[in-house]
């Protein structure tokens, strides 16, 4: 799965989290993390703009991915990407996704 490239969201707290972009489209690995579905616009002058439409964590985002039951939102909000934070102690996963959602507020989280 070729990486877009980074981006940092920041929580509610203030703290700034790294994550890995990629097309929402493409094969994903079988490993624990926090994501983004984003939608990604390319902007004038080779800016970036990526809207927040979910954040969730999981053990395995490959077949959180494929199959998850927010899809239809998904579609509805014109994802294309997923940004990741690979995270595999699933207490410090819960933390973050927490932190961002009670930040973002994303519309596929019923905020």
Known sequence: MPKI???DFTGI????YTFNVYPLNRE???KEAVYVIT???IK???SV??????IGETSNVKSEIENHPKNACFEKEVANCVCVHWEEH???RAKIAEDLKNFYHPPCNNF
């Open 5 to 7: 490239g980074t981006l």
């Open 13 to 16: 707290s203030g703290h700034k």
């Open 28 to 30: 994903h690995k079988e």
């Open 39 to 41: 939608h990604r616009t």
């Open 44 to 46: 004038a002058v080779a």
């Open 49 to 54: 703009d990526h809207d927040v439409i979910f």
């Open 90 to 92: 699933e207490d410090t």
